[in-house]
């Protein structure tokens, strides 16, 4: 059994990397933070201080958190944030997933820094649906500036264009042999020959899908999300921010050599470009000794920038275990079907404005979903909006449903109705118990990329994607209700779509966001509000005695 209390201690703290000390936000002086280990379906309490100057508030993502949004974290959309000096007891309730899933800060970008692994495991007397791995190792996959965070978001905010890229990646916390500067520090995993680890993968980066792979060994990838898939071996992994893998890793190779492990980002957008976008980590064999110092780096094979076929063959490969003991259950029927759009817009810059516009062409950069742009209630937070109803001035229930537009993907313009957003809050209300297949259709005529788009409160199973446009006659007949994955992010597609499926039993307030954290902040995201249900064991469970003040 675990301990299921926990205390984070949200403060600054000095931590130096690429020859530079900075404070940054912290949990209990961590960074990674602390993980979080966990039975399936236990309820953990975790009491949050806030001991720094900034607001924080704290999310579990990929827990469920059956009927219990208020613990659920995204700043404005379920709580008001916790305040320097207060904190709040949040209570965790995990239901069925199983596997890796993490937390993170979940108001401005404070995740950079704020983020640590939460493993799920089967229930006692349960065992994994694979063979019990030697010993697992989280890798949690991160990003670095030299600069304080906040001064990058407000530039970045302030730019219209897009951020400052980061100054490395990192591979649990550390940027790795290409940066001499932190290479004493690089993230060394000692392994024995002949056993099997398991290596819990989470994307923990702002920005960046990275590809992630570990030189002459393979990955046997087994789980995603909190969910199982079935076996599936690779040479690398394609994992967006947000996302987790569990891979099994056999210890099988020489053992007099090190091997290197790396992640390489896939893409940052059209209109960036870095160099520093590599980072390593060495495999020893327990066996031997070597000096380091002076080997040549030797990378796996990673594909290279905008390798989009390589990141879509791969996210398409994944199945659901879909077995007696870890079933699935995906709608085979749906009562809501709803299209949404996921697109970046561009702005036209505002005549006197006073902040500058660097996105193409002069504009302002901006994204949203079916052309509205998201704007978190500045005041007050949804959840205890909709719940003592004092809806007015805070959100509007009017997410638009899809215009159907058929995109023409050569000629690289969005038709005009979609190219200037809406701003506002406005999300969708759905019937407790519906059975929902959301299309989320990618736009992005003008920069393109793929979207992790992230649900909180749900895993949904990926039922279908495709290029191009999404065909309401002739793709839903190619869906897999077979054993498609479960997930809480998939990523759309550049210039193409994905159909999800779930069933709204979980009645509460849960966003969705694009997990790309620029993206994000653009405002790509929306709300659903999911009803209570006819029986009192189908409402949303009675606020805690206390919540973050507004
Ligand atoms: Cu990983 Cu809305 O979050
Ligand atoms: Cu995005």
Redesign the pocket.
């Known amino acids: 059994a675990f301990a299921n209390h926990y205390q984070f201690i949200v403060k600054e703290t000095s931590i130096e990397r690429l020859c530079k000390s900075k404070k940054i936000l912290t949990v209990n002086g961590k960074f990674p933070g602390p993980t979080i280990y966990a039975n399936k379906g236990s309820t953990l309490i975790v009491h949050v201080y806030n001991k720094s100057k900034y607001n924080i508030t704290i ?1 579990w ?1 990929g827990v469920k958190q059956p009927r219990n949004p208020w613990s659920d974290g ?1 700043e404005y959309i379920t709580q008001c944030p916790i305040q320097p000096g207060s904190q709040f007891k949040q209570t965790i309730i995990l239901s069925d997933e199983e596997g890796t899933i993490w937390w ?1 800060a ?1 108001n401005k970008w404070a995740r950079a820094t704020v983020h640590g692994a939460i493993i799920v495991y089967p229930n006692p007397g349960h065992s994994y649906p694979f063979p019990k791995p030697h010993a697992e190792i989280p890798i949690i996959l991160g990003e670095w500036w030299k600069d304080s965070v906040v001064e990058v978001l407000k530039e970045f905010v302030g730019s219209g264009g897009q951020p400052q890229t980061s100054d490395a990646f990192l591979i649990n916390g550390q940027p790795g042999d290409y940066y001499p500067c932190s290479k004493h520090g690089t993230f060394k995993l000692e392994i024995k020959s002949g056993k099997t680890y398991l290596l819990r993968i989470l994307n923990a980066a702002m920005h960046e899908i990275l590809f992630f792979a570990i030189r002459n060994h393979k990955l046997t990838i087994v789980g995603t999300d909190g969910s199982y898939t079935k076996p599936l071996t690779r040479d690398f992994i394609a994992i967006s921010p ?1 996302q987790t893998f569990d891979c099994l890793l056999k210890a099988n190779q020489n053992p007099n050599n090190f091997y290197y492990m790396a992640a390489r980002a896939y893409t940052n957008g059209t209109n960036v470009q870095f160099n520093n976008s590599t980072t390593t980590a060495i495999i020893k064999y327990q066996e031997n000794n070597y000096n380091f110092n002076n080997s040549p780096i030797s990378l796996p094979y990673l594909p290279s920038y905008y390798d989009t076929p390589s990141t879509i063959n791969f996210s398409v490969s994944l199945r659901s275990l879909a077995s007696k003991i870890h079933p699935i259950s995906v709608p085979t029927k749906v009562k809501t079907r709803l299209v949404s759009t996921v697109s970046i817009n561009l702005l036209p810059c505002p005549k006197n404005n006073t902040r500058s516009c660097q996105g193409p062409n002069g504009t302002r950069l901006s994204a949203s979903m079916n052309n509205i742009s998201f704007l978190t209630p500045p005041r007050y937070n949804i959840l205890e909006a909709y719940y003592y109803n004092r809806v007015k001035g805070v959100f509007g229930a009017d997410f638009p449903d899809f215009p159907p537009y058929v995109f023409n993907y050569t000629d690289d313009v969005l038709p005009l109705e979609l190219e200037l957003p809406k701003f506002g809050t406005q999300v969708k209300v759905l019937k407790y118990n519906t059975t929902v297949e959301l299309v989320l259709q990618g736009t992005n005529l003008v920069t393109g990329l793929d979207h992790p788009m ?1 649900l ?1 409160g749900y895993n949904f199973y990926v039922v279908g994607w495709g290029l191009g446009n999404f065909d309401e006659k002739y793709d839903p007949k190619n869906y897999n209700l077979v054993d498609p994955p479960r997930r809480n992010n998939v990523v759309v597609p550049k210039n193409g779509w994905v159909a999800i499926r779930f069933r709204a039993d979980n009645p509460g307030v849960w ?1 969705m ?1 694009c ?1 790309i954290e620029r993206h994000l902040t653009w405002g790509m995201q929306t709300v659903f509000i999911v009803k209570n249900g006819h029986k009192p064991e189908e409402h949303i469970l009675p606020p805690p005695h206390y919540m973050p003040p507004c």
């Open positions: 999310h993502h995204p993170h979940h947000g992230h909180h966003t966001h997990h």
